[in-house]
């Protein structure tokens, strides 16, 4: 999207350590769980060590995670933003931004979810969102996957959803300042359907312990 990445909303090491903190996981069944998701059809030949030689796809994520498959419900914007706050580059997730995207769908708190649905908003980092930024993102949302639409959809949706979302704006930027501050943004967060299908799709998660577990055998 050519936008500045978001600060992230956890750093590597914390996911590590709260996924493994019960000793239940260790970190190298998340390194063998990332190798046989990126390594295709030569995962499991593959061994720990390669696994930072390895880029995931977008698609392979969604195809071996089915807990992500919501968010692509949301509209390709809506992904690339995801996985982009998530640290990873253009479609490929490296190891490291795997460790914080599985964290985020099976750990993470309600002020984390909070904090990386408003980075997807926040395009540029500055910590606020502009009401450019605002209305691109909700758009999108609320369009969704449109691959389907009748051919005069983008004109009359756009039209609809600028008048929609400028009036959200002009609701919930209580300071006049031209722009939604987390504060702001999460009192219209709690109100806005669009955005509340985004925390639902985040929040839809999997037992790590049973994946893992699944992995191990058929390993």
Same mark, same amino acid.
């Given at each position: 999207m050519g936008s500045k990445p978001c600060k992230p909303v956890v750093s590597y090491?914390? @996911?590590i350590e709260a996924i493994c903190r019960s000793g239940e996981i260790k970190v190298s069944d998340l390194k063998k769980l990332y190798i046989a998701a990126? /390594? /295709?059809?030569?995962?499991?030949?593959?061994?720990?060590g390669q696994e930072n030689s390895l880029k995931l796809s977008r698609i392979a994520f969604k195809e071996k995670f089915a807990f992500v498959a919501p968010f692509f419900d949301l509209g390709e914007k809506a992904v690339e933003r995801l996985f982009n706050v998530l640290g990873a580059e253009d479609?490929?997730?490296?190891?490291?931004?795997?460790?914080?995207?599985i964290y985020m769908f099976t750990r993470s708190t309600k002020v984390e979810k909070q904090r990386l649905l408003f980075n997807m908003f926040d395009f540029n980092g500055s910590g606020s969102i502009k009401k450019k930024e605002f209305r691109d993102m909700t758009m999108a949302i609320i369009k969704g996957d449109s691959t389907y639409a009748p051919a005069d959809f983008e004109t009359d949706f756009k039209a609809l959803s600028k008048l929609m979302t400028d009036s @959200?704006?002009?609701?919930?930027?209580t300071n006049r300042d /031209?722009?939604?501050?987390?504060?702001?943004?999460?009192?219209?967060?709690e109100t806005d359907k669009n955005v509340q299908s985004c925390f639902k799709a985040l929040s839809k998660g999997c037992d790590l312990n049973q994946l893992i577990s699944n992995y191990k055998v058929n390993k």
């Open positions: 090491d914390k @996911a990126a /390594g /295709g059809n030569e995962g499991n030949n593959l061994k720990i479609s490929w997730i490296d190891y490291e931004s795997f460790v914080c995207a @959200a704006m002009a609701m919930y930027d /031209g722009k939604l501050s987390f504060q702001e943004w999460l009192r219209y967060s």
